[in-house]
């Protein structure tokens, strides 16, 4: 079983402060996603990273893929109450058919003003 | 807006029935995937469907099944049910050769 551990769990700072989520594996994949989730709204696709050491950036938002392709990070800098979410990394396992994703359990950040 | 389209956005019903969820990928796309996200487990991949046919499949429950038609709408359904089948429902799609999942709004089923 592919596991995608993500960390931390809760996440609550002020407006302005910087932030790192973190997800883990011993899998590799071929490619990972990070998704934003509103409460009982569908994920929204924020970034998908597909070769090993990638770095993308999208505005305040940086997403990085390891070398090895078990782990990313999502980096927001200065912090704002509207990044305020559910956020979850996500991972196609390499060597199996399909392209089904695996879930980490997601953070839930909280930013106050 | 994804261009997923689930119906319906909530169903209630009682243990024992049967429910049909259906889904509308994005144009162009011919992969479904079905995906339930409960509190304690999370967002767990249920099936997928490409262009008609089975592609991979997950801990989909023996009383579950889905199919995908041939204008590519598919649908989900759950027999049987038991009150821990209440969940969030979410259908994704994508194109093959994409590993981007692009997901609908999600039905929330409620088994009383």
């Known amino acids: 079983t592919q596991l995608l551990e993500q960390s931390p769990q809760f996440l609550s700072i002020q407006e302005g402060e910087n932030l790192t989520v973190y997800c883990n594996s011993s899998?590799?994949?071929?490619?990972l996603q990070w998704y934003r989730q509103e409460p009982g709204e569908g994920p929204v696709l924020l970034v998908t990273v597909v070769t090993g050491g990638e770095v993308k950036k999208l505005k305040r938002l940086t997403f990085q893929f390891g070398d090895a392709r078990k782990d990313s990070s999502l980096h927001i800098t200065a912090a704002q109450p509207g990044d305020t979410g559910l956020y979850l990394c996500a991972g196609s396992p390499i060597m199996e058919y399909g392209n089904k994703l695996v879930f980490g359990a997601g953070t839930i950040l909280r930013v106050k003003s | 807006d994804s261009g997923v389209t689930q119906t319906p956005k909530h169903l209630i019903t009682a243990t024992g029935q049967r429910v049909t969820l259906r889904c509308s990928p994005r144009s162009g796309d011919l992969s479904v995937y079905w995906y339930q996200q409960s509190l304690d487990q999370g967002l767990q991949f249920l099936i997928q469907?490409?262009?008609?046919?089975?592609?991979a499949k997950g801990n989909i429950l023996e009383r579950f099944s889905a199919q995908q038609f041939p204008d590519l709408h598919s649908e989900l359904n759950l027999s049987s049910l038991e009150l821990g089948d209440s969940a969030l429902y979410f259908c994704a799609s994508s194109t093959d050769i994409s590993y981007e999942q692009y997901f609908g709004p999600g039905t929330r089923l409620t088994v009383t």
């Open positions: 469907y490409y262009n008609g046919e089975e592609r």
């Open positions: 899998s590799v994949f071929s490619s």
